[in-house]
């Protein structure tokens, strides 16, 4: 399987900061890595595909970039609603998500 | 606007067999592959497998010998068996629709409500 691991696994933040979340694969999977926002009781929402294209809906101040082992979603200017968990998914092989980064108030 | 409406039995004794069943409206089967999804509470994500139209099917490997994925194209719906469940199993499971874009990228676009499983005896 291919193992994916995402940085930090939390982070405080205040609205109008720039959020960064890394996640790398165990090996490579081109660009087939999306990046999912899932905020509680809620089933996750599909932010950005083949690592940076952004879903249609979705703000433009979430972006993707990578490609190979090692991907960066990028908030610019955090929104009261961004606080929530984010997911990395490659989608290259047997599918398998990052563990999540939950994104907290400060 | 597509749909997806999972229902199924939420209570479980250990060793009986998880039954989960999704219905897809407002959208065809073709194209896409059909999904499920468990998060544990307060946990993250863990996808156990999925299914084409066609009936071919991928699992996790983890999962693999106790899981079965079945679809039926004349009912739009799909459905998730796993067996021999223990307290380890306990979940909120999704299904979800895996789109193909054109770039033959592969992501989840719709999701299920969702159906928390517990397991108890």
């Known amino acids: 399987d291919i193992q994916m691991t995402q940085s930090p696994s939390s982070l405080s933040a205040s609205v109008g900061d720039r959020v960064i979340i890394t996640c790398r694969a165990s090996?490579?999977?081109?660009?087939?890595l999306s990046w999912y926002q899932q905020k509680p009781g809620q089933a996750p929402n599909l932010l950005i595909y083949?690592?940076?294209s952004l879903q249609s809906g979705v703000p433009s101040r979430f972006s993707g970039s990578g490609s190979g082992t090692d991907f960066t979603l990028t908030i610019t200017s955090l929104q009261p609603e961004d606080f929530a968990t984010y997911y990395c998914?490659?989608?290259?092989?047997?599918?398998?998500f990052g563990q999540g980064t939950k994104v907290e108030i400060e | 606007q597509v749909q997806l409406q999972q229902w199924g039995a939420g209570l479980l004794k250990p060793s009986e067999t998880l039954s989960l069943t999704c219905g897809v409206y407002?959208?065809?089967?073709?194209?896409?592959?059909w999904t499920w999804i468990r998060q544990p509470p307060g946990k993250g994500l863990e996808w156990i497998g999925e299914?084409?139209?066609?009936?071919?099917?991928n699992y996790n490997p983890s999962l693999k010998s106790r899981v079965t994925i079945s679809i039926d194209t004349s009912k739009n719906q799909f459905s998730l068996k796993l067996s021999f469940v223990t307290a380890a199993d306990m979940a909120m499971y999704y299904c979800?629709?895996?789109?193909?874009?054109?770039?033959?990228?592969?992501?989840?676009?719709?999701w299920g409500q969702g159906t928390l499983v517990t397991v108890s005896s």
């Open positions: 979800a629709r895996e789109r193909v874009g054109s770039g033959k990228y592969y992501e989840i676009d719709y």
């Open positions: 083949a690592a940076s």
């Open positions: 407002g959208d065809s089967f073709s194209i896409y592959y």
């Open positions: 998914q490659q989608t290259y092989s047997t599918r398998t």
């Open positions: 090996q490579s999977v081109s660009r087939y």
């Open positions: 299914i084409n139209q066609s009936g071919s099917t």
